[in-house]
């Protein structure tokens, strides 16, 4: 199994989540998070003085799916969040050694 997670824009989400939905896959983790890569924030003005918004708004996406999906998974998020400009986000695909669904102990490729 694989957990895939997703830094993407904000305004990209509906996308990325119909992108998803339309694949078949439904169990998601949704959180707002704070950060900046290379693009290192930018400088805005309020009330006339200057500062540095170097940690800018994200969306992170968390789902876990069988290794034979995850392929097809990454490809559906990376062309739904895709913009073309710098900060579109990154795709992290970590390894999973267990998953049990709680209710009623499923294990492996079950519990998803």
Known sequence: ??????????????????????????????????GHGRQKGHKEVY???EYEVDLLPKIKIETVVPDSRKDEVTRAISNAARSGKIGDGKIFVFDVAEAIRIRNDDTGELAL
Not at 16 to 34: F, M, P, W, Y
């Open 1 to 34: 199994m694989k957990k895939i997670e997703a830094i993407i824009q904000p305004h990209k989400l509906d996308e990325v989540r119909d992108a998803l939905k339309n694949i078949g896959v439904d169990g998601l983790t949704i959180s707002e998070v704070r």
């Open 47 to 49: 009330r006339g003085m």
